[in-house]
């Protein structure tokens, strides 16, 4: 990406799941990177421990609530990607405000820093969860927006912020929306991580509602739209969806990734697993088309395919896996 070489380049959530993809895959491309990750006593990096290219890029720990230690982050950056937030959907039920805090007012933090600094661009990351439960497939990003959890909810007040920041300051700002993200390194707690580890593991596969379906897109397939996203000319203030266009019923998901484990697959519907009443999203399956119109961008990287990697992955590393549960 010769966009980037060369550039001063921030990832908030670096230790995460995506951000550490993201991160290395910069390394990579020549970019000058800092990993923001979430300060803790035990001084830990998240995935970035782990990485080949620890050594090839600064890592700075810090609170996306606290403005002193975004400022200093975006500090001297051109190009920032926003990837730190909360994730896990079912914690947002039981702590609400924490989710505020950090997805809405962490990101205008950020925003307000990057404005400050004078950043060239930056790369929001927002998620497919906004939409809600599917009133139109493939869904496109005039789809109406709507929080069925709080989770969902923090990030629609996150991409408004970034949007209002567009509007009023004109700051260049793209907003991102992958669609289900998958692959190595996910926290154990997702899906295809769950599925697979049962899987491995013998006895039936447990999973909440099984007739929900999601567009799962490869780890590899939307690093490369946020690396678009952030060359990409004349797209700032847009927001670009990034999704196979593939869905799969939940239930037909455990039993592919059974058939890729090589594995017969009893799949049970566990009540305890099932998010709150009308809180699901029965249905989600992603319209990418203006992202490849503006910024060249296709998936790669098929969803057997994906599975297959991620598969071995935590065939391999399920003795020793651990999660990686921070605010990154």
Known sequence: MEGLKGKRVLVTGAGGFIGSHLAEQLVEVGARVRGMVRYNAL???????????????EVCAGDLCDRDSVRAAVKGMEVVFHLGALIAIPYSY??????????VEGTLNVLQASREEGVGRMVHTSTSEVYGTARYV????????????????SKIGADKMAEAYHLSFGLPVVTVRPF???????????????????????????LGSLDPTRDLNYVENTVQGFL????????????????SGREIRIGDLATLIGRIAGRD?????????????????????AESKLARELTGWEPSIGLEEGLKRTVEWVGKNLGRYRVKEYVV
């Open 180 to 206: 289900n993200t998958f692959g190595p390194r996910q926290s154990m707690r997702a899906v295809i991580p769950t599925i697979i580890a049962q899987c491995l593991a013998g006895g039936p596969v447990r």
């Open 138 to 153: 493939p869904i496109d990003e005039q789809h109406p927006l709507q929080g069925q959890s709080p989770y969902s909810a």
């Open 265 to 285: 697959v009893l799949v049970e519907a566990d009540p305890d697993r099932v998010r709150p009443a009308g809180s699901e999203v029965e249905r989600l399956l």
């Open 228 to 243: 678009r996203a952030a060359v990409a000319p004349g797209i700032c203030g847009r927001v670009l969806n990034f999704g």
């Open 94 to 103: 039981e702590a609400p405000a924490s989710y505020v805090r950090v997805n």
């Open 43 to 57: 001084g830990r990096r998240g995935w970035l421990e782990e990485s080949q290219f620890a050594g090839e890029m």
